[in-house]
């Protein structure tokens, strides 16, 4: 029984490590004037493919966006979809 219960808990933290490192790897930031389209839609939550898609051709036909607020310039990207992302965007 003592045994089994080490481990449960080592699978326990297993899973609980693995799930601390995805939401790292998740959460790793993206230049909105450099990123591809497919990169945006992967980091932003809120952005499909389509609004990533927006936002990349904005910044072709507009030029680099000077505030990450800029974003919402672009149709479909409101504020409340800029400040859930302020953790996951940046500008350089």
Not at 46 to 53: D, E, L, N, S, Y
Request: proline content about 2%.
């Amino acid at each position: 029984m003592k045994h089994y219960l080490s481990i449960v808990l080592f699978v326990v933290g297993l899973a609980l490590s693995t799930a601390v490192w995805a939401q790292a790897v998740q959460t790793e930031a993206v230049d909105i004037n450099t990123a591809d389209a497919q990169t945006i839609a992967q980091v932003m939550k809120g952005v499909g493919p389509a609004k990533a898609t927006a936002i990349v051709t904005y910044r072709e036909e507009n030029g680099p966006f000077a505030s990450v607020y800029d974003l919402t310039k672009v149709r479909g990207i409101g504020a409340k979809t800029v400040e859930a992302n302020l953790d996951v965007i940046t500008i350089d």
